[in-house]
């Protein structure tokens, strides 16, 4: 059974940085598409960022030159540096592998606020 936590969320101010951390076991984390997700309140989830087992990564615009995502198939884990964080990132941050199904963990909140 495939299980996944993240953790690293919080509370940080405008401009400030966060790393959120995602670790995937029991499954054969290698071969997934890995991705963060987000939700903001009263809006859709919507994708973040996307790294493929190759490392071939996607972001969405809003967050290109400010966000990095990374994986360690050795530790089975996937990161998202987050930089010059905004108030609209504010959000619950959810970490997804891919690979035939879609597995999801239970999400990290997020908040941007002085």
């Known amino acids: 059974q495939v299980q996944i936590v993240e953790s690293g969320g919080g509370l940080v101010q405008p401009g400030g940085s966060l790393r959120l951390s995602c670790e995937v076991s029991g499954g054969l984390f290698s071969l997934y598409i890995m991705s963060w997700y987000r939700q903001a309140p009263g809006k859709q989830r919507e994708l973040v960022a996307s790294?493929?087992?190759?490392?071939?990564?996607n972001y969405v615009d809003s967050v290109k030159g400010r966000f990095t995502i990374s994986r360690d198939n050795a530790k089975n884990m996937v990161y998202l540096q987050m930089n010059s964080l905004k108030p609209e990132d504010t959000a619950v941050y959810y970490c997804n592998g891919k690979f035939v199904n879609d597995y999801w963990g239970q999400g990290t909140q997020v908040t941007v606020s002085s």
């Open positions: 790294i493929t087992k190759s490392g071939t990564t």
